[in-house]
T-cell receptor, first 114, second 112 residues
Framework: DAGVIQSPRHEVTEMGQEVTLRCKPISGHNSLFWYRQTMMRGLELLIYFNNNVPIDDSGMPEDRFSAKMPNASFSTLKIQPSEPRDSAVYFC????????????FGSGTRLTVV | AQKITQTQPGMFVQEKEAVTLDCTYDTSDPSYGLFWYKQPSSGEMIFLIYQGSYDQQNATEGRYSLNFQKARKSANLVISASQLGDSAMYFCAMRINTPLVFGKGTRLSVIA
């Protein structure tokens, strides 16, 4: 199993540009999560999906952020337009909907907005 | 609302010694799961150990053990025989019928 695959690993973009982060979850996992990690705020849940359906997006900072999961094997997190304060590491994780099942995290995307 | 607290921003331990990383949690739900993750400097999140709220025994995984004290709502991670490779951030997390909620983490530094 290749694990959760995120791309790109690093992204540097200019303020105002659109950024798209990608995630491929583990096959068979029916829950997918997007987290953001910063020094100040730690690990924050942005949005999560069950069976490709968005369940809770209350963690999405503002309308500039959007996420989709068109099928069970792919999800995107888009920021448009990007701002310097969006600079962070964005993690995608997948799991099954069982209480004692942990999450498998991708390697993360380090986003820098200049 | 559920809450995870890690009160130690940083810890130092001598190589080959044991170390305990503290974690307290708050929930009114009787059914929950507690997790510990390790994040080395390379950035990936690595699952270490799991404890269920109904588990009678403390979880163990190799050199990792979880000191679960349900009445005190604590789930401390114990690392025995520390190694230089244990230097990392360690996160405690809790899951109910919701996504994992993480504590702020503890940075562990192992000294040779």
């Amino acid at each position: 199993d290749a694990g959760v695959i995120q791309s790109p690993r690093h992204e540097v973009t200019e303020m105002g540009q659109e950024v798209t982060l990608r995630c491929k979850p583990i096959s068979g996992h029916n829950s997918l999560f997007w987290y953001r990690q910063t020094m100040m705020r730690g690990l924050e849940l942005l949005i999560y999906f069950n069976n490709n359906v968005p369940i809770d997006d209350s963690g999405m900072p503002e309308d500039r952020f959007s996420a989709k999961m068109p099928n069970a094997s792919f999800s995107t997190l888009k920021i448009q337009p990007s701002e310097p304060r969006d600079s962070a590491v964005y993690f995608c994780a997948s799991s099954v909907r069982v209480l004692n099942y942990g999450y498998t995290f991708g390697s993360g995307t380090r986003l820098t907005v200049v | 609302a559920q809450k995870i607290t890690q009160t130690q921003p940083g810890m130092f331990v001598q190589e080959k010694e044991a170390v305990t990383l503290d974690c307290t949690y708050d929930t009114s739900d009787p059914s929950y799961g507690l997790f510990w993750y390790k994040q080395p400097s390379s950035g990936e999140m690595i699952f270490l150990i799991y404890q269920g709220s109904y588990d009678q025994q403390n979880a163990t995984e190799g050199r990792y053990s979880l000191n679960f004290q349900k009445a005190r709502k604590s789930a401390n991670l114990v690392i025995s025989a520390s190694q230089l490779g244990d230097s990392a951030m360690y996160f405690c997390a809790m899951r109910i019928n919701t996504p994992l909620v993480f504590g702020k983490g503890t940075r562990l530094s192992v000294i040779a």
